[in-house]
């Protein structure tokens, strides 16, 4: 299953991404000089990023694990590089059949091509219509600011409300009864909602330093730290639940 | 025609985005071509042909994921500003790291939203976090081809608990400015998945499907509160976050919020 020339796409695949997100990079920080934005925002900005992204990222390394027993490593590689995640990634190898240990190659190429398939629709979009969408949302920021800031308020106040009041009740209802996904793993509803305290918790303290300790650096450290401690604390009690 | 140089330095905001624009359909058409590489490739180098009788009957699946994946792509966009988009719909995990990513970076920087402050803000943080997320994922294979058993069986069992760990500190920190919209949303979704465990449909209400519910809400409740202009005047303090720089002479209206922040950088 493990090709070279699977290999080299994932290679290739993976300069891309880099090189892609390097011109960006690129580019924002030649404008952000050329609007005279203050260094010290953009230096905090990349620290925090490079900071955030650490721990959120480990996940998606286990996601290959998961997922190379079998499909091999250079094919949950790609798909973890690029559009794509583990659930996504699973769900597609159990419609294709392709979600047993020792799976044809013909099977497996189908699983392939129905990841493939399924996750294009972002990418095309973006290709093809989004220039003339976020024209549209410029003329609105440009005509009426009120109108954008409600708009973007309310996608975000509605994802913050869909994921947490999510977290809140599943977690609530497998209280005692934890349920598995397709992979095996468990989701204990008990750890769920300890994870959730203990981040609110541990970013009320980092805020407490913050404000009362006048610690200002702080502020950039605090969802970093709340998100270790809150797993760290999800690690202590899987073995209690489990 | 204007001719668009795109290694020229831009004049403009619109310049910049016209370019950005440029950049990121260059290199999403050739991420595009190389993930539809993967599957040719893999074909030829395996000698088979996939079943495509098996593929057809995945059709209603790639249609579903095809309807989330443009919901994705138009509800995310005013969030993740131009250069976020292009790069976090080539890079994925978008609910998870790239958007929490960006969000906190905002926050950190009490950038103004819709400013070019907070598009470069958010630029920045997105592209920095895809290179960290595909350099860890590089050095992570070296580990996992050597000992992927081991590292699956300590590390996977946690692996359902990160969106918590995320969005727990993630909520605690942007509820101040979002309470006032979300608080509609937030209940109606809350009272959604009560229900929804109660009828045995709890596994369909992910915090994948959630979101979108989430956002569907909210959009049509913070419209009805706008059109009554039952956020006017104080509809600026749950959107937006204190300015910096230029933004700040630019502020005729400024919400308790700011007037808080502006104390606490006096007294520093």
Same mark, same amino acid.
């Given at each position: 299953m493990d090709f070279v020339v699977i290999y080299v796409l994932g290679a290739i695949i993976a300069t891309i991404i880099? =090189?892609? &997100?390097?011109v960006f990079l690129i580019k924002a920080l030649k404008r =952000?000089? =050329?609007?005279?934005?203050d260094k010290a925002v953009i230096t905090e900005t990349i620290k925090n990023s490079a900071i955030f992204s650490i721990v959120p990222s480990i996940p998606i390394v286990i996601g290959i694990g998961v997922m190379m027993q079998y499909v091999g490593l250079a094919i949950p590689w790609i798909r973890l590089t690029v559009i794509g995640a583990l659930q996504y990634e699973i769900a597609a190898l159990f419609a294709a059949g392709a979600a047993e240990v020792g799976a044809s190659t013909s099977v497996i190429a189908s699983a392939v091509v129905v990841m493939t398939l399924s996750i294009i629709s972002g990418p095309l979009f973006n290709a093809i219509f989004y220039k003339k969408y976020q024209t549209k949302l410029y003329d609105i920021q440009t005509n009426n600011a009120k109108k954008m800031d409600a708009i973007t308020g309310a996608l975000l106040g509605g994802m913050? &409300?869909?994921i947490i009041s999510s977290i809140l009740v599943g977690g609530a209802f497998t209280i005692g009864n934890p349920t598995f996904d397709k992979s095996g793993v468990g989701t204990y509803g008990e750890i769920t909602l300890i994870t959730l305290a203990a981040s609110v918790v541990i970013t009320g303290i980092c805020g407490a330093i913050m404000i009362f300790g006048k610690q200002k650096w702080m502020e950039s450290y605090a969802l970093p730290i709340s998100i270790v401690g809150a797993l760290g604390i999800a690690f202590a009690f899987v073995p209690v639940f489990a | 025609m204007k001719k668009l140089d795109l290694f020229n330095a831009p004049n403009s905001r619109e310049d910049y985005n016209n370019q950005i624009h440029s950049i990121g359909r260059i290199f999403t058409w050739i991420a595009l071509a190389l993930i539809c590489a993967v599957p040719v490739a893999f074909c030829i180098a395996a000698k088979v042909v996939p079943d495509w009788g098996a593929i057809a009957a995945c059709i209603t699946f790639i249609a579903g994921y095809w309807a989330i994946g443009l919901i994705e792509a138009f509800s995310y966009a005013p969030l993740l500003g131009t250069g976020g988009q292009y790069l976090s719909f080539i890079t994925g995990n978008i609910a998870n790291l790239k958007l929490p990513c960006a969000l906190n970076s905002q926050n950190v920087a009490k950038v103004k939203q819709g400013t070019e402050e907070q598009e470069i803000v958010t630029t920045i943080s997105i592209a920095v976090s895809s290179i960290v997320t595909t350099i860890i994922i590089i050095i992570g294979l070296i580990p996992l081809a050597i000992f992927q058993e081991e590292l699956v069986e300590v590390l996977q069992p946690i692996s359902p608990y990160v969106m918590p760990a995320i969005f727990g500190g993630l909520t605690m920190a942007l509820l101040a400015k979002y309470w006032k919209v979300a608080l509609i949303p937030f209940g109606v979704c809350f009272l959604i998945c009560i229900v929804g465990? /109660?009828?045995?449909?709890? @596994?369909? /209400? @992910? *915090?994948?499907?959630m979101i979108i519910v989430g956002m569907v809400v909210s959009c049509i409740s913070t419209t009805i509160l706008? +059109? $009554?202009?039952? /956020?006017?005047? +104080? $509809? $600026?303090?749950?959107? %937006?976050?204190?300015?910096? @720089?230029?933004?700040? *002479?630019? @502020? *005729?209206? %400024?919400?308790?919020?700011q007037e808080e922040i502006k104390e606490d950088d006096v007294q520093e």
């Open positions: 880099i =090189a892609m &997100s390097v =952000a000089k =050329a609007i005279n934005m913050l &409300s869909g | 465990n /109660l009828i045995g449909m709890g @596994s369909a /209400l @992910s *915090q994948s499907t706008y +059109k $009554k202009g039952l /956020l006017d005047g +104080k $509809k $600026k303090a749950p959107v %937006e976050t204190p300015a910096v @720089s230029a933004d700040v *002479q630019e @502020s *005729q209206e %400024e919400t308790p919020v």
